[in-house]
């Protein structure tokens, strides 16, 4: 059964601080990983995918790694601003073609 | 112009009754999922369809049926709603079941009294 765990559950820090967040999971048998971000009230914004032959993805401030053989990925986002602020979600693509959702990370980013 | 789209954003009703929410994508995907996001925040899928034709059925109550009249639309009705059906459902598409990216809706928050 895949379990998708993520750590912090919460963070906060100030503007401009770069911030890690982590994401495990325990079966390595995935097709892709993607960063989600979820915003009070609002639906889900798809941030990166990183497909199961990728280590990592880009786009603007945020990196996303994938190390599938030991069931990790990591967000990185550099120079953190208040709009920031908002929940993080983490989700593999299993081989059954299900989305497998982590419990998220909150993260607040104050001026 | 919404890629996903939900209606309605907002749905109050009381215990017993007949509900619908509505999805469409206008990606030409494949694939459109229902998902149900707890208390907790914990996103679980329910529903998953490809080509109108249903892959993924998870362990939901029968009161919940999906209904894909085309491949741009996924429609939910939920028969008898309970106390416990009161949750955020998110509405989402893909290209196809595998290896592509998952594009959601802005959710329907339903509150059952």
């Known amino acids: 059964k895949q379990e998708v765990t993520q750590i912090p559950a919460a963070l906060s820090v100030p503007e401009g601080e770069n911030l890690v967040l982590n994401c495990s999971f325990t079966?390595?048998?995935?097709?892709?990983l993607q960063w989600f971000r979820q915003d009070p009230g609002k639906g889900l914004t798809s941030l990166l995918l990183?497909?199961?032959?990728?280590r990592e993805q880009t786009s603007g401030r945020l990196n996303a790694s994938l190390d599938k053989s030991s069931g990790r990925s990591t967000l990185y986002i550099a120079a953190s601003q208040p709009g920031d602020s908002a929940t993080y979600l983490c989700?593999?693509?299993?081989?059954?073609?299900?989305?497998?959702f982590g419990t998220g990370t909150r993260l607040q980013v104050f001026p | 112009d919404t890629a996903v789209s939900q209606t309605p954003k907002y749905l109050v009703t009381q215990m017993g009754n007949d509900k619908s929410i509505k999805c469409e994508q206008n990606?030409?995907?494949?694939?459109m999922y229902w998902y149900k996001q707890d208390s907790k925040k914990f996103l679980k899928i329910m529903f998953s369809?490809?080509?109108?034709?249903?892959?993924i059925n998870e362990t939901v109550p029968n009161r919940f049926s999906p209904k894909s009249p085309d491949k741009a639309h996924l429609n939910l009705h939920i028969n008898s709603l309970e106390l416990g059906d009161s949750a955020v459902y998110f509405c989402?598409?893909?290209?196809?079941?595998?290896?592509?990216?998952?594009?959601f809706g802005q959710g329907t928050r339903l509150t059952v009294v």
């Open positions: 989700a593999v693509l299993r081989r059954d073609d299900k989305l497998i």
């Open positions: 989402a598409s893909s290209q196809d079941p595998d290896s592509t990216e998952a594009f």
């Open positions: 990606l030409g995907h494949d694939t």
């Open positions: 990183i497909q199961s032959s990728q």
């Open positions: 369809y490809n080509n109108k034709e249903l892959i």
């Open positions: 079966d390595s048998a995935i097709y892709n």
